[in-house]
């Protein structure tokens, strides 16, 4: 079946402009994560949903950072007012409840670059 | 508040066995689990310990000691293509997943 998919795969914009990033998790997962990576390090926790709702939303690093995900499925990071801090790649993991394991499915990610 | 320590860059031959360390400090620990990320592709699940002990699936093996904050991924029998970075991470009571830095494994011929 389809793994994570992730739209764009790449988004250059400019510094103060709005981004959207989507993500369509593998279906039937009801847990949705997004994580983003700067060159060199590991996955930075951002946001977790469980179903529609936002179950932690501890990482998002301020306001100006907001996702949703309002018909339990696709979900979609958007960030405000970009700053160059922003760029990194910005990764989507899903997982089944079921998953003993709690084996994260991750997409491809998106790349974002703010000039 | 939460860290991670693993080395930053491990390097062997073909063949051989490696084994990359991984200690924690954590407010909550619900697991360990180890991801494979090649060079511009997506994390890809390898392994996970919620319990004391060795996990073993196929070349890979994982352990893990919660009373020492400790863990390790286990290569055996390594292949050119295990070549990629490697990233311990620590599940947290949401599931959602603390990690580390980042081990970069070079395999040689």
């Known amino acids: ?3 994570v998919s992730q739209t764009p795969s790449n988004k250059v914009t400019e510094k ?7 993500c369509d998790p593998i279906s039937g997962h009801t847990a949705l994560y997004w994580y983003r990576q700067s060159l060199g390090q590991g996955p930075e926790f951002l946001i977790y949903f469980q179903g529609t709702g936002a179950a932690d939303d501890s ?3 301020n306001d100006r950072f907001f996702a949703v995900r ?11 007012r970009t700053e160059r801090g922003d760029s990194a790649v910005y990764l989507c993991a899903s ?16 790349r974002l670059t703010v000039l | 508040g939460q860290s991670l320590e693993q080395p930053s860059e491990v390097t062997a031959v073909e063949g051989a066995i ?4 991984c200690t924690y400090q954590t407010s909550g620990f619900y697991g ?3 991801y494979q990320q090649h060079d511009g592709g997506a994390p890809t699940f390898l392994s996970y310990n919620a ?11 994982s352990f893990l000691s919660r009373s020492d904050s400790y863990g390790y991924l286990l290569l055996q029998e390594l292949q050119m293509k295990d070549s990629a970075s490697y990233f311990c991470a620590v599940r947290g009571n949401t599931g959602k997943l603390i990690f580390g830095q980042g081990t970069t494994l070079q395999v040689k011929p």
């Open chain 1, 70 to 80: 309002p018909e339990g499925s696709v979900s979609t990071l958007k960030i405000q």
């Open chain 1, 59 to 61: 990482g998002l690093p």
């Open chain 2, 18 to 21: 490696v084994q990359i360390n």
């Open chain 2, 51 to 61: 319990l004391d002990g060795l996990e073993e699936t196929g070349r890979f093996s």
């Open chain 1, 16 to 22: 103060g402009k709005y981004v959207e990033l989507r």
């Open chain 1, 95 to 110: 997982s089944s409840r079921d998953s003993p394991y709690n084996e994260q499915f991750f997409g491809p990610g998106t």
């Open chain 2, 32 to 34: 360990l689990s180890w």
């Open chain 1, 1 to 3: 079946g389809a793994g």
